[in-house]
């Protein structure tokens, strides 16, 4: 009963003995083992003297060990709130309170202290309240019972409230159900919790091994990878140097494969090998010899390529051989007799490409037309006289002046960087100077050989490419060419007359000789030097031939005033005669301007000669018959006054004529020439 309830949790504060049974109903324990059927003993079940859930929650170690709603209970109530008591008077009809206060003595006298044998099911309270039916009179058979008004109402107010207070009693039971299933839930999550909370310290645990394993595994690798690098290789680069094709990475296979071999050599530090060392190298030898075997068919192949029909050798070599250089290095390493022999069928090679080029090419320049110079045009002759010319002679008067230099001069100034190509030269019409297809000729040959040179330098390894083999390879490459140069020159300059030609010749040798130097290049020096010891002696020669016309033209002047009209045709010179028939003209003589063209070529393709070469002497010889010549012709004004003062004049004309024309000529040579004339001029001005 839910009165009983009230009753037992208000004895705290009244005089009523908790151990009086108010009840005529046999007593019940107050105990809190028996329990609703069904329900836990929880802390918001019905029962105040319990609290079973501090049976299913941990506790806390500090907390107490009486339950916080039983502390609450004990306590009195706030002010504001009402009396527990007198809330349960003012329901049952009469001050609880008033009543409580009364000895207990008094209405345990009145009760029976023992159990009756017989208890009645249906017990009929009279319309009495309960504590009126526990405390008042006892009915006397046949008497009426005499209720109060107040009590009968609070019956039927109890009455009415009943299904009230039922559906109270279930929702207080469903709370019950929901706070276990809340409880349980908690309970759950607080195990599942723990049991993270555990996982989580167990993989953190974890974490920290693993970290630990991982620094120790990174230091122990980091000194163990090298070693591990050194002892193995891929199966990519053996199938790679084995099977794949010799390109690029190819060569970066052969280079991981080279500094495997160097690897497994013993070092001093480390004269003992290790046992995986020991089984890697037969292995690295066998993969050695196949790529050795690889890389002489690849260069045998590249080899035969250049002799194929119109071939670009310089893309070959580019493509073939210096892009794989490194190959030949490797196999200069590992067969040193076999890079020789291949280096000696390169060279073989390319001599026989070489000697066919060139051939072609000489043949090519040999059908320029050149300004012939086979009948002899000397200084001391007259060119308005026709001369009759042998029959084997095909050549015709030369249409230039070979006595100036002109724009011939720009020859060796202007830098030429491309020669003649063969079918220009077989196609061209118009006549040459004889130094263009010299110079066509020799510009390919230093090319092409500077070319070599340096290819071999870069292509071939240490071993192969010193100074004493490289020259031995370009020059046996060369030699053929190198004949057919000489050739070529010889047939140029044979039965030429062509002094200034033959001397921009010389000029060009010493130039190509300056470009090989510059270049550091050795390997034409002996071709080049072979070249102008050709040259120089034909230049004198020539010069000799030149100097002869003029002293022949000086012996045939006559040696007395007067003389026959023949010679004075012959000199070229305008003059009028007296009454002897005496030449008169004091104007320059054909011939001066004529050797003043030619000795201005000559000064200046020697404006940075030295002096001790043999053109000092062939000008020096020049210069004396030209001024013979002059003295000679000046003879013939007369002795008297007036052809003394002609000849001064006659003389002074033409050595101002020569100084005029030498005056912008630079160089040593130059300068002594004009102060040779500026003294004869001095000796013979009348002005």
Request: charge should be neutral; hydrophobic fraction near 35%; glycine fraction near 4%.
């Amino acid at each position: 009963m839910w009165l009983d309830r009230f009753s037992t949790s208000a004895t705290p504060a009244s005089s009523v003995p908790q151990s009086r049974n108010l009840s005529p109903a046999p007593r019940r324990s107050l105990s809190v083992t028996p329990q609703r059927p069904g329900l836990n003993p929880r802390s918001t079940s019905l029962s105040l003297l319990s609290n079973s859930s501090s049976q299913n929650l941990p506790l806390n170690p500090r907390q107490s060990q009486r339950s916080g709603l039983r502390n609450q209970i004990e306590e009195p109530p706030p002010s504001d709130i009402e009396s527990p008591l007198t809330l349960v008077g003012r329901l049952l009809g009469f001050d609880l309170a008033e009543e409580a206060g009364k000895p207990v003595a008094e209405h345990e006298s009145e009760l029976p202290t023992e159990r009756p044998d017989e208890v009645d099911e249906e017990i009929d309270f009279g319309g009495r309240s309960l504590y009126d039916f526990a405390y008042g009179d006892i009915e006397v058979p046949g008497g009426a019972l005499d209720v109060p008004e107040y009590s009968r109402q609070s019956v039927e107010e109890y009455e009415r409230s009943r299904d009230r207070f039922e559906e109270l009693h279930k929702s207080i039971a469903s709370c019950d159900d929901v706070l276990k299933s809340v409880e349980n839930y908690l309970t759950s999550f607080q195990n599942d919790l723990s049991a993270v909370s555990a996982e989580i310290e167990t993989l953190q645990s974890r974490s920290t091994t693993l970290n630990a394993r991982l620094e120790t595994r990174k230091k122990v690798e980091k000194r163990l990878a090298p070693v591990v690098e050194k002892i193995t290789i891929s199966p990519s680069i053996v199938r790679k140097i084995v099977d794949g094709q010799i390109d690029d990475t190819w060569v970066k296979a052969l280079e991981e494969l080279k500094s495997k071999l160097d690897d497994s050599q013993p070092q001093k530090s480390d004269s003992h090998m290790h046992n995986a060392q020991k089984d890697l190298k037969p292995l690295l030898e066998d993969l050695a010899t196949v790529a050795v075997e690889r890389i002489r068919d690849h260069f045998s192949n590249s080899i035969k390529a250049l002799r194929s029909p119109n071939i670009n050798a310089q893309m070959v070599q580019e493509r073939d051989f210096l892009r794989k250089s490194s190959l030949f290095r490797f196999l200069a390493v590992r067969e040193p007799q076999l890079a020789s022999d291949m280096a000696q069928a390169y060279t073989n090679t390319m001599r026989w490409y070489y000697t066919t080029l060139f051939t072609r090419y000489h043949q090519a320049l040999l059908r320029l037309k050149i300004h012939s110079n086979v009948r002899p045009d000397m200084l001391g002759e007259d060119p308005s006289v026709p001369r009759n010319t042998s029959k084997s002679t095909t050549s015709t008067y030369p249409s230039h002046d070979s006595f100036t230099l002109a724009r011939r001069l720009d020859t060796i100034r202007v830098p030429t960087t491309s020669a003649l190509s063969a079918s220009t030269a077989e196609d061209a019409k118009a006549p040459t100077n004889v130094e263009t297809p010299f110079l066509s000729f020799n510009l390919a040959l230093l090319d092409n050989a500077s070319f070599e040179y340096g290819f071999l330098s870069s292509f071939l390894p240490t071993t192969l490419s010193s100074h004493s083999n490289l020259s031995q390879y370009t020059n046996s490459m060369f030699n053929s060419v190198f004949e057919t140069g000489y050739l070529l020159t010889r047939s140029l300059v044979a039965e030429s007359y062509d002094a200034l030609g033959i001397l921009l010749m010389i000029r060009l040798s010493q130039h190509f000789a300056f470009i090989l130097q510059r270049r550091k290049i050795p390997t034409l020096d002996t071709y080049v030097n072979g070249t102008s010891m050709m040259l120089w002696p034909r230049f004198q020669s020539v010069m000799d031939a030149h100097c002869d016309s003029l002293k022949k033209l000086t012996a045939s002047l006559p040696s007395r005033p007067g003389g026959n009209t023949a010679l004075a045709s012959l000199t070229g010179a305008s003059s009028t005669s007296n009454a002897q028939g005496n030449s008169v003209s004091t104007a320059p003589h054909p011939i001066t301007q004529r050797f003043a063209n030619f000795l201005h070529g000559l000064l200046a393709l020697s404006s940075e000669a030295r002096e001790d070469e043999p053109i000092t002497t062939s000008l020096t010889r020049l210069r004396g018959e030209f001024e013979s010549f002059l003295s000679r012709k000046g003879a013939s004004f007369g002795a008297g006054e007036k052809g003394k003062r002609e000849r001064q004049r006659f003389l002074a004309n033409n050595y101002s004529l020569v100084l005029t024309i030498l005056g912008d000529v630079k160089g040593k040579l130059a300068d002594n020439c004009r102060e040779r004339f500026n003294e004869s001029l001095s000796s013979h001005d009348t002005a």
